[in-house]
């Protein structure tokens, strides 16, 4: 679980997802703190999963534009170190970030 909600807390900008979206996943890291102990997603968490599996599917990786610069973007996490490959569009105008 803890895992899991690195992961969509890191993609949560890329998504258009904000934290108190997620509040009742995370919710789910209270109380016994062993790796072990059972957890059950409740109708809430459920909903904000649903709304990360969806913005997920409406996002999509595009084809280079050729007249747009490529740009690498190395995020230097303390865990593990995260590359970016994109292009920035400022014609798209509700979204010019296209990753590639």
Do not use: H
């Not at 995370?26 to 649903?50: H, V």
Request: glycine share 4%; hydrophobic share 40%; net charge positive.
């Amino acid at each position: 679980l803890q895992r899991l909600l690195g992961t969509i807390n890191w993609v949560c900008p890329l998504l258009d997802i904000d934290n108190t979206q997620l509040s009742p996943l995370f919710d789910m890291l209270k109380g016994k703190s062993s790796l072990n102990s059972p957890r059950r997603l409740t109708p809430e968490a459920q909903k904000a999963l649903a709304q990360v599996e969806l913005a997920i599917q409406s996002r999509q990786a595009y084809r280079q534009k050729e007249n747009l610069e490529i740009m690498l973007m190395v995020i230097n996490n303390v865990k593990q170190p995260l590359g970016l490959i994109a292009q920035w569009d400022e014609k798209q105008q509700n979204d010019p970030l296209i990753l590639l």
